[in-house]
């Protein structure tokens, strides 16, 4: 016996018991928002409008208030009957197929304190590409997969670039600080997620990030500012840490549409630009949000901070897309 399970976009499909609802879409055809497929970054969150489900895993970072108002995640989710949600399929055929490919290590630099940079190199036969946004998993040599967001715009240069962050304890980061070197043997598969750009034609872009949430704001933006012929009518790039030494790239661009703000949470008198967190920063910064898309990356705290100010303030909450980094230790 299996469930039907309703989209608001119209679309339905069938939900063997036990089965999370995220895969039973895929299986079907149905592309649904997700990233972590863990349970732990919301992206894939949504509201039941009818029916019943269980929750197979723990569904992390939904505050109580959220469970009894009916919201789920739908990759740690499944049906116990019939059942409808407020959520709408992505349009097919957009996101690459993900498959697991081999690759190298070509390079490798340390770009602040804890955080360094890895350019993959793929072999020339690979079928590879990826929508700025996404991410990867990187499978290590001993086995372990982690989670990294592409830095990089394109795949022009059979390359892909990662900002890993030093993770205490973490075994990824053990490999990544203390053991990788160049020309190490790699395997990476992907692309995933559906962080992506929508629409943006005249649509005022905002982009969100907190630490290394800033790799896939670099590759949308650098897409972006690419494509002349299909321009946002502003885009503002706000850029949170808490030590000036996070910093780690320039993300100003010779843009006449482009304003880039980075933001202090941990400060002196030295410090001379905007202070606090990103999200109290864009709402002193914001005169309307009607025109306003956002982008958000980074801690699920930030993303969930900014998701309820800004729609409190008027954005609809189709106009809000996010993708909040988890870390494998939590």
């Known amino acids: 016996m299996s469930f039907i399970v309703k989209i608001a976009s119209g679309d339905s499909f069938s939900l063997p018991p036990g089965e999370p609802i995220l895969s039973g879409a895929k299986n079907s055809g149905i592309t649904l928002p997700y990233s972590c497929n863990a349970g732990r970054c919301l992206s894939c969150k949504c509201r039941v409008v009818s029916g019943a489900t269980q929750a197979l895993h723990p569904e992390l ?4 208030q959220e469970k009894s108002d009916g919201w789920i995640l739908t990759c740690v989710r499944s049906a116990i009957s019939d059942i409808e949600l407020d959520v709408e399929s992505l349009s097919c055929g957009i996101f690459p197929d993900s498959k697991t490919f081999p690759c190298k290590i070509d390079k490798m630099e340390v770009v602040a304190p804890d ?12 079928n590879f590409n990826f929508i700025p946004g996404q991410y990867v998993d990187v499978i290590g040599p001993s086995g372990v997969r982690r989670s990294y967001s592409f830095a990089s715009a394109d795949f022009v240069s059979r390359q892909v670039e990662l900002h890993i962050r030093n993770v205490k304890g973490g075994v990824m980061s053990d490999y990544w600080f203390r053991k990788a070197k160049i020309g190490d043997l790699l395997r990476i598969h992907g692309p995933l997620g559906t962080f ?10 905002l982009f969100l990030a907190t630490g290394t949430g800033i790799a896939p704001v670099k590759s949308m933006v650098d897409s972006v500012l690419s494509n002349i012929e299909r321009l946002p009518k502003s885009i503002t790039v706000l850029w949170g840490n808490r030590a000036q030494c996070d910093f ?8 006449d549409l482009y304003r880039y703000v980075p933001v202090l949470s941990q400060f002196d008198d030295s410090w001379s630009g905007e202070r606090g967190y990103v999200q ?3 709402m002193r910064l914001l005169h309307d949000v009607q025109n306003v898309c956002v ?13 309820h100010q800004l729609m409190d303030s008027g954005l609809a909450p189709k106009r809000f897309f996010s993708d909040a980094f988890v870390c494998s230790a939590n």
């Open 61 to 64: 970072n939904l505050s109580e």
């Open 248 to 255: 780690y790239m320039d993300m100003s661009r010779a843009s």
């Open 295 to 307: 982008y958000a990356c980074g801690s699920p705290a930030m993303i969930n901070s900014a998701k």
């Open 115 to 126: 955080i360094l940079k890895v350019q993959l190199r793929l072999p020339s036969s690979a």
């Open 196 to 205: 992506s750009l929508r629409d943006i034609q005249d649509v005022d872009l």
């Open 280 to 282: 109290d920063v864009a």
